[in-house]
């Protein structure tokens, strides 16, 4: 099974390189932009390790696997421009290289490589990436919004990332049973893990912002103090009514653009009570997650998204 999956997101990888190339020069630059910075692969490879349930050899499985990491990528550019971020991937955004206007439309132009390959991939695979983009879009909207009267910031944040990363995640394991073959129940287990999964994935990428360093995110600790978006863990932070964090609470309540002060809130929040409160849920997603895994038939496939769930778990420590 490693190699198979070694291969096919070799086979993904120079897919992507052929679909981010354009004849005007401007394009090519932008578009491979984060293409060549690299990434974790993470959704091509849990479509990879999906179609393991099925027929893991299928052609349709990598053209799937291109697709959702296009869609992500395109996401960034995106998310970018609107975080103002200056950094991804420890490269420079493409925001920040060029302006807003080129980022976004180099999105798009990602957007439309992925649905160029999706028309290869049938009626359901269309209606499938539809949904999901339907449900991005709705993520980032909501994200700029405040949460309902009978909402609280911190289960509207979950709510948003259910959209903005699990969606997401959850079609990468979807396209890699579905297009397998994989049993109807076997497909939906996987998605169903893919989405909760993915919520798991991202409350550990926010715990790092914090506690981590740059090597471990591919952007400096405290990019999302810096940028004024929410996380876990501040959110968290600015709940609490203990009197001795009031300082904290002043520093989390707008963007962050002082070095010193960026490095107060970091000290601060990495001995505050909210890192644990956000540890514990991020731990409770990624068991909740493995959990979905049983019954599934037991193939060393089974075995890798045990090991991915345990990742969580080393990554949030």
Not at 46 to 74: K, M, N, R, S
Not at 81 to 88: G, K, Q
Not at 244 to 249: G, H, I, P, V, W
Request: proline share 4%; with cysteine; charged share 25%.
């Amino acid at each position: 099974m490693t190699a198979r999956v070694r291969a096919g997101l070799t086979e993904v990888e120079d897919l992507l390189t052929r679909c981010a190339h354009s004849d005007h020069p401007l394009i090519r630059e932008a578009a491979t932009h984060l293409v060549a910075a690299g990434g974790k692969r993470f959704r091509p490879l849990l479509t990879l390790v999906a179609a393991e349930f099925g027929e893991p050899t299928a052609e349709q499985v990598i053209v799937a696997g291109c697709v959702v990491e296009l869609t992500h990528l395109a996401t960034l550019y995106h998310d970018d421009v609107m975080d103002e971020a200056a950094l991804r991937r420890g490269v420079q955004t493409a925001n920040a290289r060029w302006d807003n206007t080129i980022a976004i439309l180099t999105g798009d132009y990602l957007f439309a490589k992925a649905s160029m390959l999706l028309a290869d991939l049938g009626p359901e695979a269309v209606r499938l990436q539809a949904a999901t983009f339907e449900r991005l879009v709705t993520g980032q909207i909501n994200e700029c919004l405040a949460p309902d009267p009978d909402e609280t910031a911190i289960d509207h944040y979950l709510r948003v990332l259910e959209d903005k990363t699990g969606s997401l995640i959850a079609t990468s394991a979807r396209f890699g049973a579905l297009l397998s073959g994989a049993g109807p129940t076997v497909v939906e287990q996987l998605t169903r893990f893919g989405e909760t999964f993915g919520v798991a994935f991202q409350l550990a990428d926010d715990i790092i912002d914090i506690a981590g360093e740059a090597e471990q995110s591919g952007k400096l600790p405290g990019t999302d103090l810096r940028e004024g978006v929410p996380t876990l863990p501040t959110l968290y932070a600015l709940a609490s009514t203990d009197p001795e964090s009031a300082r904290l609470r002043e520093l989390l309540s707008a963007p962050i653009e002082d070095d010193a002060l960026i490095i107060e809130a970091l000290d601060a929040l990495r001995t505050h009570a909210a890192m644990d409160q956000a540890r514990a849920t991020t731990l409770r997603y990624a068991d909740e997650a493995r959990s979905m895994l049983d019954g599934l038939p037991d193939i060393p496939a089974r075995d890798a998204l045990y090991a991915l769930c345990d990742l969580v778990h080393s990554r949030t420590v």
